[in-house]
């Protein structure tokens, strides 16, 4: 697959490695939680968006979310700089949607923030939130081409940034947010908790009508 956000330290260290990390503990900490799991990307190889996104409408699955690891930011920031994506133009799952977001935001940041002196980056407008493309739908292919799947891209990190890098290497690390983002999916399904973190995102540069599939290479995905 490919290899995602660049190891600032060169070292081979990519964000595929990583978010296959995050998924598998993920699935783990879900099956022990009797939640039944697939991941479209099980292992190190090449999985274009089309296919994971018609396996989503296909299966119909209560949550289909997309596991990132991020690359520039805005600037330094005193606590993580976790971003979750809802859909906005998806009918029926709106509302689902931005509440899932708001609930991997919570946990995934409450998870990261208890590591201490750790020198994060972030945007200005992280948290849960939308994007748009230029003709008013969802930006990102995943939120776009899941219509009628409650979806949700997390960004949960920086790897872009030593520090956050450094961090990320760490398996118990990447146990720790495997299992976060386990409890904000049965918080999703089991709760009628609303999430947190939600902000309006400022407005950033579209340069097509979306991203994934259209002018953009496929991203990886946990």
């Not at 994934?212 to 995905?221: K, S």
């Amino acid at each position: 697959g490919e290899d995602g956000a660049v190891d600032p330290k060169g070292q081979g260290f990519t964000e595929k490695i990583v978010n296959l990390a995050v998924s598998k503990a993920a699935e783990s900490a879900l099956n022990q939680a009797n939640v039944s799991v697939l991941l479209t990307h099980g292992a190190d190889y090449r999985m274009p968006l089309k296919p994971r996104t018609d396996m989503a409408r296909a299966l119909l699955p209560k949550v289909f979310v997309s596991v990132h690891h991020n690359g520039l930011a805005d600037g330094p920031s005193a606590h993580p700089g976790t971003e979750t994506y809802y859909q906005v133009d998806s009918p029926g799952t709106v509302a689902s949607s931005k509440r899932l977001a708001g609930l991997l935001y919570a946990e995934i940041y409450k998870t990261l923030d208890q590591y201490k002196g750790v020198s994060w980056i972030a945007n200005k407008d992280a948290g849960a939130k939308y994007r748009r493309n230029t003709r008013g739908g969802d930006y990102y292919w995943i939120l776009r081409q899941g219509r009628g799947v409650t979806s949700v891209i997390a960004e949960l990190a920086f790897l872009s940034n030593p520090p956050e890098r450094d961090l990320l290497t760490r398996p118990d690390v990447q146990q720790a947010e495997g299992q976060a983002v386990a409890r904000a999916i049965i918080r999703y399904l089991r709760t009628a908790d609303p999430g947190s973190g939600f902000v309006e995102p400022i407005q950033r540069d579209t340069p097509t009508g979306g991203g994934g599939a259209e002018g953009c290479v496929d991203p990886p995905l946990g």
